[in-house]
């Protein structure tokens, strides 16, 4: 069966503190691999679209990797701001599946 | 450009009820997919819509069904509510199939059934 995990489930860093955040996945017939931010209260977010091992994009603090089992989402220096829930979610032939998230917490 | 709107925002409804939620997808998007989100089991994948037809559907009984408009507009209905129909549903349009592109989401719309 398709499955999406992520973890941690959750952390917490200080202001400045690079870390990285783990998506890893068994689907058959990938087609893509997505990213989202999500905010209390808030619809999630697009932040990065992925679609074949070895793909990187880079979007300001924020850069998402995928290999053929597993992508990354590093966070460089991250600021208070950045504190969210990180979502992956793949494209398998049917449907879009979701992991549980990655909860950060960025202190000042 | 005006993001996806979902209304209402907030529902209460009761046991054995059906309910409808509304989702406007950014305009010349043509794709519009639904989703719930509970705190046990995430965010999960329900239908999509391209063009006034389902193309995909996830893992849900048949008392979830959605129509598509030629506005691209879409509505999902739930039939005889259940208390674990107790969940934010989200609505995401794409310009393209689902999986193509990435999806832009709605605020949700948070169900409560008493």
């Known amino acids: 069966e398709d499955q999406v995990t992520q973890s941690p489930e959750a952390l917490r860093l200080q202001e400045g503190e690079s870390s990285s955040l783990n998506c890893s996945y068994t689907?058959?017939?990938?087609?893509?691999l997505f990213w989202y931010r999500q905010d209390p209260g808030k619809g999630p977010e697009f932040l990065f679209t992925?679609?074949?091992a070895g793909e990187e994009k880079e979007k300001e603090r924020l850069k998402a990797t995928l290999t053929k089992k597993e992508s990354f989402l590093h966070i460089t220096a991250p600021k208070p701001e950045d504190s969210a829930t990180y979502l992956c979610?793949?494209?398998?032939?049917?449907?879009?599946?979701f992991g549980a998230g990655t909860r950060l917490t960025v202190k000042p | 450009k005006a993001g996806v709107t979902q209304t209402p925002r907030y529902l209460i409804k009761t046991r054995g009820q059906q309910v409808t939620l509304s989702c406007s997808p950014i305009s010349g998007h043509r794709s519009v997919s639904w989703y719930q989100q509970t705190p046990g089991q995430g965010l999960q994948f329900l239908f999509e819509?391209?063009?006034?037809?389902?193309?995909n559907k996830g893992n849900f009984p048949g008392r979830f069904s959605g129509r598509q408009f030629s506005n691209s507009r879409s509505e999902m209905n739930v039939s005889t509510l259940e208390l674990g129909d107790s969940a934010l549903y989200l609505c995401?349009?794409?310009?393209?199939?689902?999986?193509?592109?990435?999806?832009?989401f709605g605020p949700g719309t948070r169900l409560t059934v008493t």
């Open positions: 819509y391209f063009s006034e037809t389902q193309r």
């Open positions: 689907v058959s017939g990938l087609r893509g």
């Open positions: 995401a349009s794409s310009v393209v199939p689902l999986g193509q592109h990435e999806q832009y």
């Open positions: 979610a793949v494209q398998a032939d049917n449907d879009m599946r």
């Open positions: 992925l679609y074949s």
